[in-house]
């Protein structure tokens, strides 16, 4: 059984802070996603990556791979508060997907 | 152009009751999936549908049934609703090689 941690579980910043967040298997997925989900809505699709080692940029978030393929992170630049929801990472085997918990992030004014 | 749409968005039932939670797609997407919310548990797989007329079981196919009626829609039935089956429910789409896309949820609470 494929399976995806994140950490932290929650995180609360000042605006205008840096901030990483982690998604971790023991499992190689052939790709991985981040999405943000905000309060009553289905997730987004914010970036997928696909090889190791690759980093994706998007305005002030950063993506990256682990060279195994079975870690990924994200990293946000000065923190807004347009940046708050929760961040799932789902990584892909072969036709399905498995998501991890989520890091729910609040970004105060 | 709606996207992934969902009915109903709430739901309160009874024990015992059923129902179908319906969704439909407008982007002609092969692939569609039904996936469960619960809090600290990220969402998890009941069932997907790789393309008109194939259903297969995902992580958490128990208490569920769907249909694929059509390529643009795919229904999610509880027969006999417990109270373990309170939860967010999201249907989603793919689109390869990497696009899945989500509806609003349907917000059911079993009593």
């Known amino acids: 059984t494929q399976l995806l941690e994140q950490s932290p579980q929650f995180l609360s910043i000042q605006e205008g802070e840096n901030l990483t967040v982690y998604c971790n298997s023991s499992?190689?997925?052939?790709?991985l996603q981040w999405y943000r989900q905000e309060p009553g809505e289905g997730p987004v699709l914010l970036v997928t990556v696909v090889t190791g080692g690759e980093v994706k940029k998007l305005k002030r978030l950063t993506f990256q791979f682990g060279d195994a393929r079975k870690d990924s992170s994200l990293h946000i630049t000065a923190a807004q508060p347009g940046d708050t929801g929760l961040y799932l990472c789902?990584?892909?085997?072969?036709?399905?997907?498995?998501f991890g918990p989520g890091t729910r992030l609040s970004v105060l004014p | 152009n709606a996207g992934v749409t969902q009915t109903p968005k709430f739901q309160v039932l009874k024990t015992g009751q059923s129902m179908t939670l319906q969704c439909a797609q407008d982007?002609?997407?092969?692939?569609m999936y039904w996936y469960r919310q619960d809090p600290g548990m990220g969402l998890r797989l009941i069932y997907y549908s790789a393309s008109e007329g194939t259903t297969d079981k995902g992580e958490v196919p128990n208490g569920y049934n769907v249909s694929r009626l059509n390529k643009r829609e795919f229904s999610l039935r509880l027969e006999s609703a417990a109270p373990s089956q309170t939860s967010v429910y999201f249907c989603?789409?793919?689109?390869?090689?990497?696009?899945?896309?989500f509806g609003p949820g349907t917000r059911l609470t079993v009593t």
């Open positions: 499992s190689v997925f052939s790709s």
């Open positions: 789902a990584g892909r085997y072969g036709q399905n997907f498995v």
């Open positions: 989603g789409t793919f689109s390869a090689p990497y696009e899945q896309y």
């Open positions: 982007m002609n997407h092969n692939s």
